[in-house]
Nanobody
């Protein structure tokens, strides 16, 4: 069993930066693909970024490519999402997730989810 707790959300002006953290409990966390999704009011949950267990491969949604960076600290059992050049359209609840199979961008392929952290970008 894996439990995920996100932190680092908040209110920021357009063009600013935030770093989200996802702390995990559970010895098997290091073996999972980790991802970040987001959900804005009235919209479906959408893929943001993912990283393989080894950290050797990352994937990003086109809308955040070049602005967001996913990373992980294996020793701390923590995954990060560095978000730069934030835009108002990045406003959403951001969820950390972990899974063992499937595609990066399909939320159904992930097994564990955090409770989410709110990111609000003002114009």
């Amino acid at each position: 069993q894996v439990q995920l707790v996100e932190s680092g959300g908040g209110l920021v002006q357009a063009g600013g930066s935030l770093r989200l953290s996802c702390a995990a409990s559970g010895r098997s966390f290091s073996t999972y693909t980790k991802g970040w999704f987001r959900q804005a009011p009235g919209k479906e949950r959408e893929f943001v970024a993912a990283i393989t267990p080894s950290g050797g491969t990352t994937a990003y949604a086109d809308s955040v490519k070049g602005r967001f960076t996913i990373s992980r600290d294996k020793a701390k059992n923590t995954v990060y999402l560095q978000m730069n050049s934030l835009k108002p359209e990045d406003t959403a609840v951001y969820y950390c997730t972990a899974g063992s199979s499937g595609t990066f961008s399909n939320p159904s392929d992930y097994d564990y989810w955090g409770q989410g952290t709110q990111v609000t970008v003002s114009s």
